[in-house]
C-alpha cells in the first residue's frame, strides 16, 4: 500500500495535461465482437493487489461483471499513475487517494485533470503513524527527538506538522529521513523511528512478523484529516458516455466489498488465488481487520461525504498547498453507486 508514487504526480499530470488536450482525453471502452457484446472495462491499481481491491477480485471471480454484460481487464499502475491513465482514457477507473487527487483538481480550468471520485473503498482514513514500542512514540506530541521517514512532500510533511502541533509537540524537532520504505522491520533497523503506514497492510504485517509496534491514527488529531483513502476513481468522458455501465459497474464493485465484508477468509482466499505470490496469512488478517472498515458507519458502500471530503481541501487551500482553491463539492459524485 505504498503511495510512492505520488511523488511524481505532479510532473506526470502537467506533461498530461497537453496530452489531454490535444487528444480529446478519453477513451470509449469497445463491445466485444463475440455474440455475448460484453462491454470491456479497464481498471487500473494504484499499486501492486492488495486487500484495498479485494472486492473486484471478489466480483470477477464470482462471475458479477459477467451478468452485467462487463468484461474486466485489472491492470497494475503505470508509470504515470492511475490519476493519469484514467485522465488519458488508458484505464476506464482506477484508485486514487484524496491527498494524492490534490494536484489533479487544483489547477486552471483547462488543467484540471478529467476524473471524479465515484466510491470510497474505505470509509475512514486508516493511515497513521508506526513506530517500534520501544521508542515509545504513543502520540504525535512524542514524535519529536525521533525520526521520521518522509517521502518528501508539501502534504504529507504538513499533515504531520498538524497532528503534532494539535498534540502539543514540536514538529521542527523531529529529524526527517528522506527515504521510500518498503520493509518496516528493515527501516526500523536502519535508524528510522517512524512510518506512515496504512495499518490494513503494514500494520497487519508488523503484527504477523511479531514486530511490536506502537500507532496512532491522523484523523484522531484533527478532524480535516479524516479523508477518503483510498477511492475508485473514473474517467469524465466515460461517466458522460457511458453511465449506465458505470452503474452496472458500480453495482458488482459494491456487491464484491459486501461480500468480502460478510466472508473474509473466503475473500482472502479469491485475492491470494488471483494474485501469485500474496502472502495468505497476512491477507487474512487484513481481509478480517478491513471488513469492519470499508463501510463502517456509512449508510453503504463507497458512499463520500461532502462535508468530509470539503474539509479536507479546505484545509489544504487554506495552508497553500495548492495554488487553486477547489470548489465544495467538486471531484467526487454518489450518483452512480447502487441504491
Known amino acids: 500500500m505504498s503511495k510512492n508514487k505520488i511523488k511524481f504526480l505532479p510532473l506526470a499530470l502537467a506533461a498530461l495535461v497537453s496530452v489531454c488536450l490535444f487528444a480529446g482525453c478519453g477513451k470509449s471502452s469497445q463491445s466485444s465482437a463475440s455474440g455475448d457484446k460484453k462491454e470491456k472495462i479497464t481498471f487500473m491499481l494504484d499499486w501492486s493487489p492488495n486487500t484495498n481491491h479485494t472486492g473486484l477480485y471478489v466480483a470477477q471471480e464470482k462471475g458479477w461483471f459477467a451478468e452485467l454484460g462487463i468484461e474486466l481487464e485489472i491492470v497494475e499502475a503505470s508509470d504515470a499513475g492511475a490519476e493519469a491513465s484514467v485522465a488519458a482514457g488508458s484505464a476506464d477507473f482506477g484508485v486514487s487517494f484524496q491527498d494524492t487527487l490534490v494536484p489533479a483538481f487544483s489547477a486552471k480550468e483547462e488543467a484540471v485533470l478529467p476524473i471524479t ?9 486508516t493511515s497513521g503513524i508506526v513506530s517500534p514500542k520501544d521508542k515509545n512514540i504513543l502520540t504525535p506530541k512524542d514524535m519529536p527527538g ?3 521517514a518522509t517521502w518528501d512532500l508539501p502534504i504529507e510533511q504538513a499533515i504531520i506538522q498538524k497532528v503534532v502541533a494539535n498534540d502539543g509537540g514540536s514538529y521542527d524537532d523531529i529529524k526527517l529521513i528522506s527515504t521510500y520504505v518498503e520493509d518496516i522491520g528493515a527501516a526500523f533497523s536502519s535508524g528510522v523511528d517512524s512510518v506512515w503506514i496504512y495499518y490494513a497492510w503494514d500494520g497487519i ?6 514486530i511490536d509496534t506502537n500507532f496512532f491514527y491522523f484523523k484522531d488529531y484533527a478532524d480535516e484529516l479524516d479523508f477518503y483513502s483510498p477511492v475508485i476513481i473514473a474517467n469524465n468522458d466515460f461517466l458522460k458516455n457511458k453511465p449506465d455501465t458505470a452503474k452496472k459497474f458500480l453495482s458488482a464493485v459494491s456487491k ?5 465484508m460478510e466472508n473474509p477468509d473466503e475473500a482472502a482466499r479469491i485475492l491470494v488465488d488471483a494474485n501469485e505470490g500474496l502472502d495468505a496469512d497476512i491477507c487474512t488478517a487484513s481481509q478480517k481487520w478491513l471488513a469492519s472498515q470499508y463501510k463502517a458507519d456509512a449508510a453503504k458502500f463507497g458512499v463520500i461525504d461532502k462535508n468530509r471530503w ?3 481541501y479546505k484545509w ?7 495554488e487553486y482553491e477547489i470548489p465544495s463539492g467538486f471531484g467526487f459524485t454518489n450518483e452512480y453507486l447502487p441504491d
Open 117 to 125: 471520485a465515484v466510491a470510497a473503498i474505505i470509509q475512514h482514513n
Open 146 to 148: 525521533h525520526s521520521y
Open 205 to 210: 504485517s508488523c503484527e504477523k512478523k511479531n
Open 256 to 260: 464484491g466489498y459486501e461480500y468480502a
Open 310 to 312: 470539503d474539509s479536507f
Open 316 to 322: 489544504v487551500y487554506e495552508n497553500k498547498l495548492c
